[in-house]
């Protein structure tokens, strides 16, 4: 259960809420902390500020906060919008999980929270003179706070939901879903022996996609049951109710303390499907071609996805910490066929888009580290050279395409 709450903190809808109700717990916290001076300070040690000067900036800070807070969550609800119809439904997430917005949302929202507070225990008299010159200097470094974020905030409004923003956003989560993926392919795993026959197989209950997969419980319940568990799915497959999540020797073991351990969701998740980004990508090059015919984006993703695939930094493996576990390999060199195919589909008829997709296989086939990828990549290559060929109209261009894709792989 504390897996799964630390999950759904982590979600991107609920990191929103979540970092503005802690800015707003310390705001709250810094309108009372004023009224602490005397334990530090002898009575009216501080020097005296007039009230009508505390109000003044306590009213500007109330009365522009709630207004920018509402404009800010407007324009973001704006960005999500263009991202589902510029980019893909898929990618909105990235955009909420945006540390600058909420940052800046939270900031606002907890500045008016403790310009209202400050100002009513102001007029209650809940100060004394110490305090009012506590409160006043407290008010003048969330002024100048606030300052800084609304600067700060022009600038992340300038890029915010833009397609090239959204293409970052989805390269930095698929490449380190990749990394993780290159150091740790069994995702920790390290049992190599077999099950025994007749070995007892755990199937799930709901239909959804398997996000994650809390190994360090499945590892207890093995060591406390003194038993072995082999696992039969990858975080990113679709389930159904008779598909087979995992076999174990024990018989003794609850089999819904063994699902708890496998998260199952609407959607897919990036952190632990290395896969999920390329389609994610691969669907953005599908709208650029299809909706406006803008094989620019398309091409900019397949370089994108090219140079995920590549890796010169050659990643070491890191040892399984569990060894009493198993997991079936992932079927890494289907990251071809998912991101490639559907852009062959939609862009064959689009010389450009077909040049620059076998000279991005080709550089993915000679240096990729993945001996499978590279396989595929150039499998898959020559297929989308015969689907070009057929819907291209001009027989100098698919002699040129032919003559290139020769080239590329001598």
């Known amino acids: 259960m504390l897996y799964r ?5 982590k979600q991107p809808n609920n990191r929103l809420w979540i970092s503005t109700i802690l800015s707003a717990v310390f705001a709250i916290f810094l309108a009372f902390l004023a009224k602490l001076s005397n334990l530090f300070f002898p009575p009216e040690f501080l020097p005296k500020i007039a009230l009508d000067t505390l109000e003044s900036l306590l009213n500007v800070i109330a009365s522009t906060m709630f207004a920018v807070s509402t404009f800010s969550l407007s324009i973001m609800v704006a960005a999500f919008s263009s991202v589902a119809n510029n980019a893909t439904p898929r990618a909105t997430s990235l955009v909420v999980d945006d540390r600058a917005s909420r940052q800046t949302v939270a900031s606002f929202i907890s500045a008016f929270i403790y310009a209202i507070i400050a100002k009513t225990a102001l007029g209650l008299g809940f100060y004394s003179q110490n305090g009012q010159f506590i409160l006043f200097i407290s008010t003048i470094l969330v002024l100048a706070y606030v300052i800084f974020t609304l600067i700060r905030w022009i600038y992340v409004l300038s890029h915010l939901g833009r397609l090239g923003n959204t293409l970052d956003k989805i390269y930095a989560s698929t490449e380190k879903a990749m990394q ?3 150091t740790n392919p069994m995702l ?4 190599t022996g077999q099950l025994r026959e007749g070995a007892v197989s755990i199937y799930a209950e709901n239909m959804g996609y398997l996000t994650h997969i809390d190994l360090t419980g ?6 406390e049951y003194d038993t072995y568990l082999h696992i039969m799915v990858r975080p990113g497959e679709l389930l159904m109710p008779d598909t087979c999540l995992a076999k174990i020797d024990q018989t003794e073991v609850e089999e819904s303390l063994i699902r708890q351990c496998f998260i199952i969701n609407k959607d897919r998740d990036f952190e632990q499907d290395p896969l999920w980004g390329f389609i994610v990508f691969s669907e953005v090059a599908q709208r650029a071609l299809s909706d406006v015919s803008d094989p620019g984006t398309a091409i900019k993703v397949m370089v994108n996805m090219g140079r995920l695939l590549v890796d010169k930094e050659k990643s070491a493996k890191q040892a399984g910490d569990f060894n009493r576990l198993s997991i079936i390999p992932l079927a890494i060199e289907d990251v071809i066929y998912q ?9 064959g008829h689009i010389m450009e888009v077909n040049i620059i997709q076998q000279k991005v296989l080709a550089n993915i086939w000679r240096n990729t ?7 595929q990549a150039k499998s898959q290559a020559e297929v989308y050279l015969q689907r070009a060929i057929e819907v291209l109209q001009f027989e100098q261009d698919r002699q040129y395409l032919a003559q290139k894709h020769q080239e590329l792989f001598p």
């Open 180 to 182: 993780y993926h290159r």
């Open 218 to 223: 499945l590892q207890k319940l093995a060591e």
């Open 188 to 191: 920790g795993a390290s049992w």
């Open 339 to 347: 991101a490639f195919a559907p852009i062959a589909r939609e862009g």
């Open 369 to 375: 580290p993945e001996q499978a990828i590279a396989e």
């Open 5 to 9: 709450w630390l999950l759904q903190l």
